[in-house]
């Protein structure tokens, strides 16, 4: 029997159903707010989904008003950060959440109502998708709180949405709604409010479930192939030269057509 997927932390919640695998922020009295705790049990579910049939997408979202406002400044009191690093207590198990999250053998949307800032902004980056509501407020305060980027933001906004915008959201700190998110191209879809995001997610995440879910593996990591910067001849060799045998279900879903 295959064991079931689960958490040692309350502040995360864990749904399974239908090979989606939802993991909900579950700090709502602190707008989500992440702890150390709250990274490891994500690294720790990614992980454990990874190989698994049963999983075929998984869902990050916020219980409560929010998505997550991102790294929970108490944990840091009495600490003196360095060179404007907060230090291992967060970067440690943000850097394996974030790993995990990209390496996992299957899409990761990021669910984003409310506040979505700073460090949860980074945890939302490393997800393949991000969708969003109208009102969402985005941001990175990095600057604003004398800090530097240690979980990958420099390099994922840029990616998202060019350099020169991500420099003018990083420098101003400026925050962004759903809307002017996706018309930067950093979210997928925006839409006007938390009844119809869980509708878009339900039907995005349930669309990819129902696929092959060996023909999305490889999908997933042949555009991470995409993003290793190879120009696009030496792309195309290697697209063309990798192998998934674990993809065996293609003349059973071919005859179905």
Same mark, same amino acid.
């Given at each position: ?8 932390? %309350? ?6 159903? %239908? ?21 490891? #049990? ?8 990874? #190989? ?11 219980? #409560? ?140 995440? #349930? ?51």
């Amino acid at each position: 029997m295959t064991q079931a997927l689960h958490v040692d932390t %309350d502040m995360l919640e864990v749904e399974h159903d %239908d090979r989606i695998l939802t993991i909900r922020l579950n700090r709502p009295e602190a707008l989500n707010s992440f702890r150390p705790e709250m990274l490891t #049990g994500i690294a720790e579910l990614a992980e454990a989904a990874v #190989g698994r049939d049963d999983v075929g997408v998984i869902v990050i979202e916020g219980a #409560g008003r929010a998505f997550s406002a991102g790294v929970d400044l108490r944990v840091l009191q009495g600490i003196d950060p360095k060179a404007g690093k907060i230090g291992d207590i967060f970067d440690a198990p943000a850097r394996r959440a974030y790993l995990a999250l990209r390496n996992v053998d299957v899409p990761v949307i990021a669910k984003v109502h409310g506040a979505c800032f700073t460090g949860a902004l980074e945890i939302a980056l490393h997800c393949d998708f991000i969708f969003t509501t109208d009102d969402a407020k985005f941001g990175d305060t990095h600057t604003k709180f004398g800090l530097r980027p240690t979980w990958g933001m420099s390099q994922t906004l840029a990616q998202a949405v060019g350099v020169r915008r991500a420099k003018e959201l990083s420098f101003a700190a400026r925050i962004f709604r759903g809307p002017e998110a996706v018309s930067m191209g950093l979210a997928n879809d925006s839409v006007e409010d938390k009844d119809a995001l869980d509708a878009l997610v339900a039907e995005r995440a #349930g669309a990819i479930a129902g696929n092959s879910r060996a023909a999305v593996s490889a999908m997933k990591a042949l555009y991470g192939l995409a993003q290793e910067g190879h120009s696009m001849d030496e792309g195309l060799e290697r697209e063309l030269a990798l192998e998934f045998p674990e993809i065996t279900d293609t003349a059973e879903r071919l005859s179905k057509f």
